[in-house]
């Protein structure tokens, strides 16, 4: 059993900046890849980014790439979302994911995810 817990939403304005962080607890943290996504009002969830384990490798989606940073701190069992230039488009409720049992790869999809947080509120104002 993995319980993630984010935190550090909040409301930005325009441009503004925000770090997400997702603390684990439970299973022996670090021994897999692990994943933000985000759903805004009335749409469905959708991948943000993901992290190998060792934290080599990172994931982006589109809409993210070069705004976006994630990083984890496995001595913290933390893993992070540095979120800059936000955009109002970029509201959502923001989930931390791990992805345990499914084969490696595939970083991109919801149901390759075993474990999910809470959420935290990101809202961007113009």
């Known amino acids: 059993q993995v319980q993630l817990i984010e935190s550090g939403g909040g409301p930005v304005q325009a441009g503004g900046s925000l770090r997400l962080s997702c603390v684990a607890s439970?299973?022996?943290?670090?021994?897999?890849?692990m994943g933000w996504f985000r759903q805004a009002p009335g749409k469905e969830r959708e991948f943000v980014a993901a992290?190998?384990?060792?934290?080599?490798?990172?994931y982006y989606s589109a809409s993210v790439k070069g705004r976006f940073t994630c990083s984890r701190d496995n001595a913290k069992s933390t893993m992070y979302l540095q979120m800059n230039n936000l955009k109002p488009e970029d509201t959502a409720v923001y989930y931390c994911?791990?992805?345990?049992?499914?084969?490696?790869?595939?970083?991109?999809?919801?149901?390759?995810?075993?474990?999910w947080g809470q959420g935290t509120q990101v809202t961007v104002s113009s």
């Open positions: 994911a791990a992805k345990i049992f499914s084969p490696p790869g595939n970083y991109h999809g919801e149901n390759q995810y075993d474990y």
């Open positions: 439970g299973r022996n943290y670090g021994r897999y890849p």
């Open positions: 992290i190998t384990w060792s934290g080599d490798n990172t």
